[in-house]
């Protein structure tokens, strides 16, 4: 077989050594000056932790110690902006992920804040970040889907053919239960063999079902109500989550085609975006910071791209939203298809590496590969006369490179998910002049392996530092949280 051309070749990048900067260029560089999101909020600097699900929440989407010390150890690092996991906005069962789709989770919302508030001297700003999903389930048993899931009509007996065409259901189903990948393509929907192979997963695009065509008109107060809660709970904002593979980006997708006025053109897949953040705008106190954080370029065959995201963003701009988060990719589109028993995991496919890349990649490498599309979105907003601010994500592990992304105008923020989830307090190393000791992330995406099984984020680096000390949260061989590190006096 050809080899594939030098640039898509998968290489082993090293991580790039750094020079780190000392308390006096610390102090000068733009990374950590102040900046100002909506009206009157002011960050003490650029540093960002972007939202990162922990799985530390209990069954019924309640804030426990767990998830205290979780956010509580990233506090100590004293981001300017600190963002909460993807939360909820319905009253759901959802596994342990936040919630906020009930006041009764307002009193574990307003601990979390305080833990934040506390441990960050009052520096770091806190951010909710609100979402909303459609069902998913695992991939099933053939046998199973076959007798159970598949829902047998005329189409599938005529495609059968000869005697099928009058059989028993019961015979029709245990046919199909016998018939070879070919011939499964040639006899079942595009649809049905992706609940098949994949496990079924709702779309937006389902309109025949009415909880699915009703999202327009339920989701805008869903949204607002999470808000307020937020609010009520003391955050200093709210994140919509517009990105990946969840509902809100699936509306801005190309790939939406639905009919009502929510689908087909860019105007009108930003339409119940906007209709949201009109809610929600309106639901809370102008000083509440509402930004939003949506997709760059999803990265799949017949999606939106870059195009599509400086359009949404001067959209988004011109409608108010206090900030536009950029991510890349992340999608169910191109997964990698699950184990049976699991569910399809949106960031195992080309897409997935896009937004959280690793040291295993293209010749571009992961290091501040998405900074282009930040740029573009940030370009096309301040060419439209707006000066919202842009946050940029994705391989960024270095104070270089993130300087340099602010120097050269990617974008007015820069965020870190797994470098700050490596160790929490590099931030406040790089202030104080000691970027010798931060712990570097080696972007290899053990911590994902872990999302990706539900099972509670750790990360790699420190389960392989020294035996437990006075205050560290251990389970199993794992620690829950960074070793500690205290700074000088
Ligand atoms: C364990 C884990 C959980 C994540 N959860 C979320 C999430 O809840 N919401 C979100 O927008 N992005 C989530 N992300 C993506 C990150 O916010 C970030 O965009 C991505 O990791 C790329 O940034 P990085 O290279 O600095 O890690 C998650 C990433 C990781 C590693
Ligand atoms: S587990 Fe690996 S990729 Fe994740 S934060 Fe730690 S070093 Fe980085």
């Given at each position: 077989m050809a080899k594939p051309p030098v640039s898509l070749r998968v290489i082993k990048h090293a991580i790039p050594d750094e020079v780190w900067p000392t308390r006096d260029e610390a102090a000068r560089a733009r990374w950590f000056q102040p900046v100002q999101l909506g009206r009157s909020l002011v960050a003490a600097t650029r540093t960002w932790v972007p939202a990162m699900v922990p799985w530390r929440a209990t069954a019924d989407g309640e804030v426990t110690r767990d998830v205290l010390d979780w956010y509580g150890r990233f506090a100590e690092g004293r981001p300017g902006v600190l963002v909460v996991e993807a939360t909820g906005i319905r009253d759901v069962p959802s596994g342990p992920l936040l919630r906020a789709g009930h006041d009764r989770f307002i009193p574990g919302l307003a601990e979390l804040v305080r833990v934040v508030r506390e441990r960050s001297h009052g520096e770091t700003r806190l951010l909710l970040q609100l979402i909303d999903f459609l069902s998913i389930r695992r991939r099933p048993e053939p046998a199973r889907y076959f007798s159970q899931f598949l829902a047998v009509s005329d189409a599938h007996r005529a495609r059968l053919g000869g005697p099928w065409r009058s059989a028993p259901e019961a015979a029709v189903r245990a046919h199909l239960a016998t018939l070879d990948d070919a011939a499964l393509n040639a006899v079942l929907t595009a649809r049905e063999l992706d609940d098949l192979r994949m496990g079924a997963r709702e779309r937006i695009t389902d309109t025949e079902r009415p909880h699915i065509r009703e999202l327009p008109r339920v989701l805008p107060d869903l949204f607002a109500a999470a808000a307020v809660r937020a609010h009520a709970a003391g955050f200093d904002g709210v994140e919509?989550?517009?990105?990946?593979?969840?509902t809100m980006a699936s509306f801005l997708s190309a790939l939406n085609t639905r009919d009502d006025g929510y689908g087909g053109p860019r105007e009108q897949r930003v339409r119940l975006p906007l209709e949201v953040f009109a809610r929600v705008r309106a639901a809370v106190p102008p000083d509440f910071v509402v930004g939003c954080r949506y997709l760059g370029d999803e990265v799949i065959a017949g999606g939106s791209g870059v195009d599509d995201a400086a359009y949404f963003g001067v959209a988004f701009a011109r409608a108010g939203l206090d900030f536009l988060s950029l991510s890349k990719g992340g999608k169910f589109e191109d997964a990698r298809q699950p184990a049976i028993g699991a569910a399809a995991y949106p960031y195992t496919g080309p897409s997935g590496h896009e937004c959280m890349?690793?040291?295993?990649?293209?010749?571009?490498?992961?290091?501040?590969?998405?900074l282009a599309l930040a740029r573009a979105v940030r370009a096309a907003v301040r060419a439209a006369g707006f000066t919202t601010p842009v946050v940029a994500a994705g391989g960024i592990n270095s104070f270089t490179l993130a300087e340099r992304a602010l120097a050269d105008g990617d974008a007015d923020i820069v965020a870190a998910a797994r470098q700050s989830l490596a160790d929490p307090d590099w931030f406040l190393k790089l202030r104080l002049g000691r970027g010798a000791e931060v712990r570097r992330c080696k972007l290899t995406n053990y911590c994902e392996a872990l999302d990706q099984q539900h099972k509670k984020v750790t990360c790699q680096l420190w389960d392989r530092l020294d035996p437990a000390g006075a205050g560290d949260r251990i389970e199993g061989r794992r620690r829950l949280v960074a070793p500690p590190w205290t700074p000088p006096p």
């Open positions: 919509l989550h517009y990105a990946h593979a969840y890349p690793t040291v295993r990649s293209d010749a571009r490498g992961p290091f501040g590969r998405n």
